[in-house]
Structure formats: structure tokens, C-alpha cells
T-cell receptor
Framework: SQELEQSPQSLIVQEGKNLTINCTSS?????LYWYKQKYGEGLIFLMM?????EEKSHEKITAKLDEKKQQSSLHITASQPSHAGIYLC???????????????FGQGTILTVHP | NAGVTQTPKFQVLKTGQSMTLQCAQD?????MYWYRQDPGMGLRLIYY???????DKGEVPNGYNVSRLNKREFSLRLESAAPSQTSVYFC??????????????FGSGTQLSVL
């Protein structure tokens, strides 16, 4: 199993609905990244969270980091077809003293937004 | 700035053939990464180089080798390609992993098919 688990794996919503994607780690989190990918295209940086309790927003997307739960959530308000794509969380995970710089990603969440 | 440049963009190999994927960044980044992306699997870390002169295994290193040629370049080699290595490969780089306001820059990807 992957060290970062995203849920749900896929999500279909009607335009205008709110939604949440979760990213949970099995190890201690040291910073967390959220990226978006359009089908067949490259990765677009959304935001990076570093401290427990930190919350950042970009347009209608908000992400929070809960260090105690080793979890981050990505919330989209009033979804639009332009939000459709694959959302990926990535993090630095600490396991012993030799993993500095290791950045792993979850399996992704496929979001479909119907007009 | 070109950012992260990967070559080639597409490649078809026969089983058993070897090839090297090239990656270069012009942002003076310290850390570089190779990921593969398969449907439903998100990004899986193959190898990474936290700094010039070091390389470490990621989650799926078997069948691959890497070389951090200098600070700019990080290559990925398939010595004897197998159909299981059919995937999209992404190279990425970052100045300092997990530092606030830093982000991981990705190349545009290499689509590799092994027949």
C-alpha cells in the first residue's frame, strides 16, 4: 500500500456542489503539497502546507493540514467543470534519519464535474 | 526560463532494449526526482537525488538506475526494458524540499511504451 492514501479515489459531482478530498499519511508528515493534473497534461501546483493547523486558499479551493491526524483535506466550493481533473497530494515523510528530501505522492483522486 | 526539460517526449521500446531518459533543470535546484504515473496509481517515486552527489531509492526502484550527472541533470536508465515499465515518466525538481513557499517543478513527461 502507498504511504499516502487519498480518498475518495474518484468523485462525480454536479456543478455548483461542494466537495472534499482527503489525504492521509501512515507516517509523520513534514509538509504537504497539492497538485492538479488535467487529463494527459502536466501537473499544476495548487498549494503547499507546512505547519499543523495551516489553511490556505486559492480561488475556490481551500486546503488544511492536521498534523496530529497526519491528514490534509482539499475542499472545493461551488465546483465548476474547470475543476475537473486528477488531484494529487504529495508529502515529505520521515522514516528514520535517511529520508531527507524524499517526496512521495498519493494515488490521486479523479474529479468529474457535470454541468 | 525553461524550467524542467525532459527528453524524449515519446518512446517505444522492444522488450530487452535499454534507454536513458534525460532531465535537466535551469533553476539551480538542489533536489531532483523521477516518478512514474500509471492509471489509478498516482505518482510513484522511482529514485531521487536530495543533493548533488547523492541518490536514493524511492518506492519502485527495481529495473531502473539513475545518475546525478551534475547539479542540473538527473538521468534515468532502463537497462533491459520490460512491458511492466510502460508508463508516463515525470522528472521534478525543487530548491529545498518542504521549505515554506517552495514548490516542486515538474517536466512535461515522457510516454514510454515497451512492447
Amino acid at each position: 500500500s502507498q504511504e499516502l492514501e487519498q480518498s475518495p479515489q474518484s468523485l462525480i459531482v454536479q456543478e455548483g456542489k461542494n466537495l472534499t478530498i482527503n489525504c492521509t499519511s501512515s507516517k509523520t508528515l513534514y509538509g504537504l503539497y497539492w497538485y492538479k493534473q488535467k487529463y494527459g497534461e502536466g501537473l499544476i501546483f495548487l498549494m503547499m502546507l507546512q505547519k499543523g493547523g495551516e489553511e490556505k486558499s486559492h480561488e475556490k479551493i481551500t486546503a488544511k493540514l492536521d498534523e496530529k491526524k497526519q491528514q490534509s483535506s482539499l475542499h472545493i466550493t461551488a465546483s465548476q467543470p474547470s475543476h475537473a481533473g486528477i488531484y494529487l497530494c504529495g508529502a515529505g515523510l520521515r522514516a528514520g534519519g535517511t529520508s531527507y528530501g524524499k517526496l512521495t505522492f498519493g494515488q490521486g483522486t479523479i474529479l468529474t464535474v457535470h454541468p | 526560463n525553461a524550467g524542467v526539460t525532459q527528453t524524449p517526449k515519446f518512446q517505444v521500446l522492444k522488450t530487452g532494449q535499454s534507454m536513458t531518459l534525460q532531465c535537466a533543470q535551469d533553476m539551480n535546484h538542489n533536489s531532483m526526482y523521477w516518478y512514474r504515473q500509471d492509471p489509478g496509481m498516482g505518482l510513484r517515486l522511482i529514485y531521487y537525488s536530495a543533493s548533488e552527489g547523492t541518490t536514493d531509492k524511492g518506492e519502485v526502484p527495481n529495473g531502473y538506475n539513475v545518475s546525478r550527472l551534475n547539479k542540473r541533470e538527473f538521468s534515468l536508465r532502463l537497462e533491459s526494458a520490460a512491458p511492466s515499465q510502460t508508463s508516463v515518466y515525470f522528472c521534478a525538481s525543487i530548491k529545498s524540499p518542504l521549505r515554506a513557499n517552495e514548490k516542486l517543478f515538474f517536466g512535461s513527461g515522457t510516454q514510454l511504451s515497451v512492447l
